[in-house]
């Protein structure tokens, strides 16, 4: 596993940069001395937040493999080498699949799946040949554990996670042992993805555990870029509940309603209390 020193730092890409976790971690990436290109599928907010973090956008719809591939080499003309990618945008529409229409259930597996896999693509084929880098994946907790209420969302984060071990795999088989692809699992996040579900029953899961600040999760991308790691839950302890619950998935899938009522309660009370800021 290569680990690089502050003098390395050259170029970063975050997608889904334009608000949420991707922009504080854009932020922190531009604190830490890369040179970031901020990507987003939304131009304004891709304007407005390369201009607050002093960072280069363009725009990037990540189900688009050529731009996925434009962004990197863009990387690479500014800052003479692409180090970092972080592979962080994401969709979240709740309810059972069978109530959702095709094209809902196509988006989330196309941002959450394809697009990471385009992103790891494009960065691999940058990364290769010019000293390596590391490929952070912003999965969720959904991605190693059933999750009522969000079952696309947390089919396409599986996939995702299946993804990244593979292809790490793969690129050890390859000898290209300079590449780390680290996957970041958080569980629910105080970003504007959450804000408005406050109201939403099926989203009651995603309010079970501990509601996290975007630092806390920043910390976490922070902690795998220093040293490489190929999964980690944030917070911590959610690792081993979650890997308990996927194993024994005859005895989960019947306690885990009750953890759904724990996510209602929870809910009700940020509503009644309002939410932290
Ligand atoms: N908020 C949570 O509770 C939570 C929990 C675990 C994991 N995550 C994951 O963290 C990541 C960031 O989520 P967030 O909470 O900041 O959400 P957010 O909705 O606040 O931000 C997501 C960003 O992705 C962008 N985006 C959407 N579709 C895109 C596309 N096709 N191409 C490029 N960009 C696109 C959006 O414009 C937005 O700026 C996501 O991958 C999400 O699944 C979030």
């Excluded at 290109?37 to 407005?48: I, K």
């Amino acid at each position: 596993m290569t680990v690089r020193t502050a003098g390395d730092r050259r170029g970063a890409v975050v997608t889904g940069a334009g608000r949420g976790l991707g922009k504080e971690i854009a932020r922190h990436l531009v604190a830490e001395g890369y040179t970031v290109l901020v990507t987003d599928v939304e131009a304004a907010l891709v304007a407005d937040t390369a201009a607050e973090l002093g960072a280069e956008g363009m725009v990037l719809d990540v189900r688009d493999a050529e731009r996925t591939d434009a962004v990197a080499a863009r990387a690479v003309e500014v800052a003479g080498r692409l180090d970092v990618w972080v592979n962080n945008a994401g969709v979240l529409v709740t309810g059972p699949a069978w109530e959702q229409d095709e094209a809902t259930r196509r988006l989330m597996v196309e941002v959450n799946t394809l697009g990471l896999m385009n992103g790891t693509v494009s960065a691999i084929r940058a990364m290769k040949d010019d000293g390596g880098g590391h490929i952070v994946n912003i999965v969720s907790l959904a991605g190693l554990v059933a999750v009522p209420g969000e079952g696309v969302y947390a089919g396409s984060k599986h996939g995702a996670i299946g993804f990244s071990l593979s292809t790490q795999c793969d690129l050890n088989l390859a000898g290209h042992r300079d590449i780390n692809i680290s996957c970041v699992c958080p569980d629910g996040i105080w970003t504007p993805m959450l804000h408005d579900k406050l109201d939403d029953p099926e989203a009651a899961l995603s309010f079970s555990g501990k509601l996290l600040k975007p630092a806390e999760v920043v910390d976490a991308v922070a902690r795998v870029l220093r040293k490489p790691r190929q999964v980690t839950p944030v917070p911590r302890w959610r690792g081993p509940q979650v890997r308990l619950v996927d194993a024994l998935p005859d005895v989960s899938l019947k306690a885990l309603p009750l953890m759904v009522g724990v996510g209602r309660r929870q809910q009700a009370k940020f509503r009644k209390n309002g939410v932290p800021e």
